[in-house]
């Protein structure tokens, strides 16, 4: 039995009990914002395993609430964040300006002088949560629809071109940011004439194959491989799988073989993001602390914006 759970900004609790449709229903909530309702995937367990707390994803929540004419000064291996200023103030200095206060910062803050000060402008202009928010309902039924576990495709929604239907530098395209190569290998229509990545449906049917038949295998291969411990469903496993979904099996794979993990869990993925490896480097370590940050996010807003959030727990008899 699947109940839902509907809570009121009054605090009225309402039960409405209907048939169990997916394993996944535990983990969902039913948002209803002026009388349209959407289903997403909760944000619960990044609080409970306390995910929510680590500087990555709170460095990544303020640039993508921030805009592009600011910039967040930080310490690149732990994102701590040293100042917040104008992007066109800190263009205005020389380099050697600019080096000097790196300096000053490694030594204000005891740092090794090999590590690197980054200066990272804010991208609410690309995080734009309100146009990709209709879409995440969406993503969650068509892969649930093909029989995969819906939170990768809210996660990846909200990461990759939210909102916007571009083409990046290297290729990928559509919704969930396919690379052309990998949408043919995976059933669509990519040709002079036809592009099917465009589809919002067809898109998602590429990526969710794409998941079941070669990211989660590949890395069940790679926990397997290091003897770990696992469930699909916990939130560390799912960011390896987002991390072979974006930077490919092999590079993560060379990234965790250098990493040589006893265990798996939140010290594996917090490892990666400090690892480099085969093409596993900045971008790739940034991926699933980007994904945590846009969770954390959505949640908020779900619930400061919305009228009422229906929590849906799975009742086994």
């Known amino acids: 039995m699947r109940i839902l759970i509907s809570l009121s900004l009054a605090g009225t609790i309402a039960f409405t009990a209907c048939s169990q449709t997916s394993s996944y229903d535990h983990e969902k909530i039913d948002v209803i ?22 500087a990555q994803p709170q460095f990544w929540k303020k640039i993508m609430r921030l805009s592009p ?13 040293i100042a917040i200023t104008s992007f066109a103030q800190w263009r205005s200095q020389t380099e050697e300006q600019k080096e000097r206060y790196k300096d000053s910062i490694k ?12 200066v990272t402008t804010g991208k609410n202009d690309f995080y734009r949560f309100s146009d990709v928010y209709p879409s995440l309902s969406k993503g969650v039924e068509a892969f649930e629809r093909y029989n995969v576990d819906p939170w ?3 996660a990846i929604l909200l990461i990759e071109s939210p909102g916007q239907l571009k083409k ?4 990928a395209y559509g919704a969930f940011q396919l690379m052309p190569a ?14 099917e990545r465009k589809d919002f449906d067809r898109s998602a049917y590429a990526a969710s194959r794409l998941i079941r038949t070669i990211c989660i295998p590949e890395a069940r291969k790679i926990v397997q491989k290091h003897q770990l411990s696992y469930n699909e469903q916990d939130l560390w496993f799912r960011l390896l799988v987002l991390h072979v979904y974006h930077a490919g099996a092999l590079n993560v794979a060379a990234a ?3 990493i040589a993990p006893k265990k798996g869990g939140q010290e ?32 908020e807003l779900v619930h400061e914006n919305s009228d009422y959030v229906h929590a849906c727990m799975t009742n086994k008899e």
């Open 182 to 195: 990998v949408a043919r290998n995976q059933g669509l229509i990519v040709n002079k004439t036809v592009d």
């Open 268 to 299: 594996l993925i917090t490892a990666l993001w400090q690892t480099t490896a085969a093409n596993f480097g900045n971008n790739s370590q940034n991926y699933t602390q980007l994904a945590l940050a846009s969770q954390l996010i959505l949640h």
């Open 152 to 154: 990768y495709a809210q």
């Open 33 to 54: 914002k002026d009388n349209n309702s959407s289903v997403l995937m909760d944000a619960a367990m990044l609080y409970q395993d306390k995910w929510s707390e680590l």
């Open 107 to 118: 030594l204000a803050y005891n740092l090794d002088t090999t590590e690197r000060i980054y």
């Open 69 to 81: 004419d600011s910039c967040i000064i930080n310490v690149a291996s732990t994102r701590q964040i």
């Open 168 to 171: 990046s530098s290297a290729g």
């Open 256 to 258: 965790v073989d250098k």
